[in-house]
C-alpha cells in the first residue's frame, strides 16, 4: 500500500512563510493606497468618471483593456483571500477588483457592498487615519 503525505523540511517551510507575509501586508498595503486616494464621492449615487477621457482612441482603448484585466485579475485574487485560512483583505479586494472592471451592473454591486456597516466602518476609519473624508455610499 502506497502512503501519500506531504514532506516538510527547513526551506518550504521559510518560502511558505515568505509567501503568507508577501500576501497579508501586500494586499492590506494595496487596498489601503486605493481606498485612501479615492475622492469622498466615489460610491455617491451618480458619480461618474470617465476612464483617459481626452486621450488618443488607441491609447484609451489599451488603457481599458489594461484596467478591465486588472480588475479581472485582482477579483481572482480577492476570491483567493476569502477562503477560509487565507491572508489579506479578501471582500476589501473584491471591491477594488470590481471598481476597475467595466461591466453592467457594477455600481450596483459595489454599492451593495459597500453599503455594509462592518466594510464602510473599516473604509472611512481607514480613511480617518490618513486624515481624509468619510466615503459617501448613500
Known sequence: MMQIGLSWNLPDMIIG???????????IAIVAIVLVR?????????ATRPFMLGRPWPLRGIG???????GVLVIAIGV???????????????VL???????????KIVHRITR???????????????????????
Not at 479615492?38 to 451618480?46: E, K, S, T
Not at 481599458?64 to 486588472?70: P, S, T
Not at 477588483?97 to 455600481?107: A, F, N, S, T
Request: zero cysteines.
Open 17 to 27: 512563510l515568505i509567501v503568507f507575509l508577501l500576501t497579508f501586508f501586500g494586499t
Open 38 to 46: 479615492l475622492p469622498p464621492d466615489y460610491f455617491a449615487p451618480g
Open 64 to 70: 481599458l483593456f489594461a484596467k478591465n484585466a486588472l
Open 80 to 94: 483567493v483571500l476569502s477562503l477560509p485560512g487565507m491572508p489579506g483583505q479578501g471582500i476589501l479586494m473584491l
Open 97 to 107: 477588483g470590481l471598481m476597475l472592471l467595466d461591466i453592467p451592473g457594477k455600481k
Open 116 to 138: 455594509i456597516p462592518r466594510v464602510i466602518a473599516t473604509i472611512n476609519a481607514l480613511r480617518a487615519r490618513y486624515g481624509k473624508a468619510p466615503l459617501k455610499v448613500d
